[in-house]
């Protein structure tokens, strides 16, 4: 395994016991907001979300890479699959999905991609060429960034809470003002 | 214990095993860029940020308000004092000397604070008249906004490794322009 593939998987391994330890068992009061005021999304939302790259992207396109190359373009991403698919599940519940679902994952990737295979390219819908370097790269920071999301969300919860000190909190600021600086 | 007491300090006793689970052992090559690019701090600025706070702001804080109220001001809090106190420590044992910080801090506040104080007040530097309350859910929001802080540097990182995808990957596009949108 090179350095890129067990770097990547080991920041993509964190993820499900990151996201046991934020939101197992916490209270509604803390979960129940969006990251920004106007059509955000709640931490149930986001954890969707991830669900939905672990069931139809990412290793559907490393396959796709491996299987057809540039030849046959990715199938778009549904941004907005969870919303009707988790609706009665809880928070918990999706939380342990997507950690089942990100370990068959990992163990999917790790039988069929080797360093030899992280410059192969295949066509992105939109994007056009990326490599499959590229692509696991952007699986483990769109983890990331969607977590960040959840963040923003749970601080938002407490936004009335802090009083004055909102002045300081540039994740609160940031949810109405993206250019907002904290002082 | 109140429900605001419960509720804030749940999340608070979260962060130390959250920070276990995302830096433990993680190489360099994840934590070795600041959360923006100029001025920024890495992981283990915020991870010496956190620590000072333990050591000198909230509870000290909340013991002000309660020996004091708004006679006294609270002390400023040194937002650089991580620098040369952490520059010999790795981040895994600055993720321990956290953990044990927030360990202790909360089994004082449990011992200092009753729902029956949340409205006492006390007197900040700059904002002037502030709740214990206020400090208390600014102190669980605070982590929030550093955390996120982390998860910035992290996914700078690997700006480069994603190619053409950092069009959709807001946490990589506000690191440059914080009003920047996903595509």
Do not use: C
Not at 42 to 49: E, L, N, Q, T, W
Not at 56 to 71: F, M
Not at 93 to 119: K, S
Not at 138 to 160: C, E, K, P, R, Y
Request: proline share 4%.
């Amino acid at each position: 395994m090179s350095d890129f593939i067990g770097e990547t998987t080991d920041l993509l391994r964190r993820t499900p016991d990151l996201l046991r330890v934020l939101l197992g068992g916490i209270g509604e009061a803390w979960t129940d907001t969006t990251d920004v005021p106007a059509d955000g999304w709640r931490p149930k939302d986001v954890v969707g979300h991830l669900i939905t790259g672990e069931l139809t992207d990412w290793v559907e396109r490393t396959r796709r890479i491996l299987e057809h190359g540039t030849s046959m373009p990715f199938d778009r991403f549904d941004r907005l699959a969870h919303e009707n698919r988790d609706s009665d599940a809880s928070l918990d519940e999706l939380v342990e999905r997507f950690a089942t679902l990100r370990e068959e994952n990992l163990t999917r990737v790790a039988g069929l991609v080797n360093e030899d295979d992280l410059d192969r390219r295949g066509l992105h819908p939109s994007l056009g060429e990326v490599t499959l370097r590229e692509l696991l790269a952007t699986w483990a920071v769109h983890d990331l960034d969607h977590v960040s999301q959840i963040f923003a969300g749970m601080a938002g919860s407490h936004d009335a809470e802090v009083g004055p000190w909102k002045a300081y909190l540039g994740i609160l600021l940031r949810r109405e003002d993206p250019a907002a600086v904290a002082g």
